[in-house]
């Protein structure tokens, strides 16, 4: 009877913050899934993690203007609301939430985010302002949905690194990391995808696969520059890219690393104009 009853229980959609607060009031345990948007399988891994080990499951899409540090590709960034919600419904998330710019910036309150200089590698060089964005507008959703879970992908490594370190000290949230979801080319799932023309989405398959082998060729060896960027070069010759980084850097502190135990291979590029990152 109880698991009929769960059944016909609609998803809600809400758009004001005010009326999420009203539909989660007494509600514990509950899990939260930020996005952007544009929902393929990597969204929905988390999203069934969530379903799965909390009590309701609230799925954000806002697409945060203050993260990009591009306004054409703020522009150009995909949305799909319609599709996302038949999606969502279909798994049976409780509550969507799709707030407009003004519901999420009402306070103006900007937590005062600073990041160090050793924050800024990777993806925090090249987009300035990005990461500000991220944790800003990640402070402004947690106050508001208050969970006791959010679910982060790994496909993100570098901001789910700098959110945990950020949130889980200011608020009583944990955040759950997910395994990468890719294609059977390899290719990690992302919203981006969508913009690519079907043979540059073959190419960045094959370039996946290229740093999954070649981190296999990192065992046991002594990890020096000189060997990365003799692999930036052959990657950038033979697949007509332009890399902004390919870096091995430890798991636990983002320190660069010469040993690929407890490392990853951090790899942010641009294929024609669509900027894609991956870590192996
Ligand atoms: P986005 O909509 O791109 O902001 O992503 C929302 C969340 O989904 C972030 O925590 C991402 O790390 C996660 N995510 C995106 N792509 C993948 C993927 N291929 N596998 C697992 N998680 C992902």
Known sequence: MFYLLKYFIQ?????????????????????????????HEGHISLIKKSLNYCNKTVVSIFVNPKQFNNKRDYQKYPRNLKKDLKILKKLKVNFVYTPNKNQVYKSRKR??????????????????????????????????????????????????????????????????????IRNKNKLALSSRNILLKKDNLIKAGRIAGDLISFKKKLLKKKITKKMMLIKKNELEKLYNIKIEYLEVRNKKNLKLSTNINNSKIFFGYYLNDVRLIDNF
């Not at 809600?12 to 899990?31: F, M, P, Q, T, W």
């Not at 402070?139 to 700098?162: N, Y």
């Open 111 to 180: 937590s005062k985010i600073l990041l160090s200089k050793k924050d800024k590698i990777l993806c925090a060089k090249y987009r300035k302002g990005h990461f500000e964005g991220v944790i800003d507008v990640m402070t402004r959703l947690t106050k508001i949905v208050k969970p006791s879970k959010i679910f982060m992908g790994e496909k993100d490594f570098q901001q789910l690194f700098l959110v945990k370190r950020y949130i889980e000290t200011k608020f009583n949230s944990k955040i759950i990391l997910c395994k990468t």
């Open 11 to 39: 998803m809600k959609i809400l758009l004001r913050n005010n009326d999420l607060n009203e539909a989660l009031s007494g509600v514990s345990n509950v899990g939260f899934v930020p996005t952007m948007g544009s929902i």
